[in-house]
T-cell receptor, first 114, second 117 residues
Framework: AQSVTQLGSHVSVSEGALVLLRCNYS??????LFWYVQYPNQGLQLLLK??????LVKGINGFEAEFKKSETSFHLTKPSAHMSDAAEYFC????????????FGTGTRLTIIP | EAEVAQSPRYKITEKSQAVAFWCDPI?????LYWYRQILGQGPELLVQ????????DSQLPKDRFSAERLKGVDSTLKIQPAELGDSAMYLC???????????????FGPGTRLTVL
């Protein structure tokens, strides 16, 4: 079974500041990990994914995440926040090939302060 | 760019009524998923199809919910009768999983927001 825990349901950062959204996972098999972004009343858009290749994953819109097996973490970062980054962010885990079901965290709402 | 289509985008109904949601996945995607997202929470899988077959419906409340994907392409999710607690966003997603690919990136539609009065 897989699960993810997102620390902090709400995060506020100033425009231009570092964004750090935390995600810890639990998995009985090597995990596939994902970060999705959701804007109000819209579906989810994939930001980036880890599928057992490079541990540092670069995604869209300047976001990146690092897979740390020793810490069972997959935190999302962006060096400089932009107003358009304000949204809900979800971390998700799956078991990969043959076990594609995504298990999502409860989400982190990111607010950007002008 | 190919997208997952869903309709309607918004649905308001009274409790005990029947509702239905439609999803058209990206062409060629074998796997289709229906998720329910309650306000303030992450999406939860209701049902997963591989072509026209149900792979996982363990979280689908089968006394009132049903889902079908008769020709292995588009899909319908039905609720009958609707209850107040069914108010949520219903998301459809599709992926290439099942075609011998390990990459199970799921592409999501815009969702249907259901309000039960």
């Amino acid at each position: 079974a897989q699960s993810v825990t997102q620390l902090g349901s709400h995060v506020s950062v100033s425009e231009g500041a570092l964004v750090l959204l935390r995600c810890n996972y639990s998995s009985s098999v090597p995990p596939y990990l994902f970060w999705y972004v959701q804007y109000p009343n819209q579906g989810l858009q994939l930001l980036l994914k880890y599928t057992s290749a490079a541990t540092l994953v670069k995604g869209i819109n300047g976001f990146e995440a690092e897979f740390k097996k020793s810490e069972t973490s997959f935190h999302l970062t962006k060096p400089s926040a932009h107003m358009s980054d304000a949204a809900e962010y979800f971390c998700a885990v799956s078991g990969g090939f043959g076990n594609e079901k995504l298990t999502f965290g409860t989400g982190t709402r990111l607010t950007i302060i002008p | 760019e190919a997208e997952v289509a869903q309709s309607p985008r918004y649905k308001i109904t009274e409790k005990s009524q029947a509702v239905a949601f439609w999803c058209d996945p990206i062409s060629g995607h074998a796997t289709l998923y229906w998720y329910r997202q309650i306000l303030g929470q992450g999406p939860e899988l209701l049902v997963q199809f591989q072509d026209e077959s149900v792979v996982d419906d363990s979280q689908l409340p089968k006394d009132r919910f049903s889902a079908e994907r008769l020709k292995g392409v588009d899909s319908t999710l039905k609720i009958q009768p609707a209850e107040l607690g069914d108010s949520a966003m219903y998301l459809c997603a599709s992926s290439l999983a099942g075609r011998g690919l390990a990459d199970n990136e799921q592409f999501f539609g815009p969702g249907t927001r259901l309000t039960v009065l």
